[in-house]
């Protein structure tokens, strides 16, 4: 699969083991993942820091390799069960960040072509990506500007 904007083909990875119930020596309560998983939500960790977290730290000790098999439902849908879900989408923000270092890194060095490419594909990413969660997740007239997604994210 070659990926978006990058210089050479995709990576293959190794594939997750297939498994259709959580280890055996991971048998922590379903409620307590969820309180968990809100609970980190709200100390304003990322879905995906929080997977990591619980499968490094666990619950009461005990680590959650998989919260989707553990419980049935993915993070996202824990904090939108909750109320706890952020106010932008984890990929779309990452990417909002890393168009605002590469655009005030532009401001000081006006030079850098590839930096300047890199924003370009950034923020041609963010767009792609905004009209894919517009009406859904974000807002009907919702639309990328750096000034906007500046103020937004601090």
């Known amino acids: 699969m070659a990926r978006m904007h990058s210089r050479r083909r995709g ?3 190794s594939d997750r083991p297939a498994a259709d119930e959580p280890p055996e020596w991971s048998d922590v309560d379903e409620d307590a993942i969820e ?3 809100v609970e980190l939500a709200e100390a304003g960790h990322d879905p995906s820091q929080i997977g990591l977290k619980l499968r490094d730290e666990g619950v009461q000790g005990t ?15 824990i904090l939108e069960e909750n109320d706890a879900e952020p106010d932008f989408p984890e990929d779309l923000r990452n ?20 930096n300047k490419r890199a924003l370009q594909n950034t923020e041609s990413k963010i767009r792609r990506l905004v009209d894919y969660y517009r009406g859904d997740k974000l807002d009907e007239t919702f639309t990328y500007e750096y000034d906007e997604a500046r103020e937004l994210l601090e």
């Open 95 to 114: 990417l909002m960040e890393r168009a605002i270092r590469l655009r005030d890194h532009m401001g000081e060095n006006p030079g850098d072509a590839q």
């Open 63 to 77: 680590p959650v390799p998989d919260i989707k098999l553990a419980t049935g439902k993915k993070v996202t849908e």
């Open 11 to 13: 990576s293959s990875g």
């Open 35 to 37: 309180e968990r998983v």
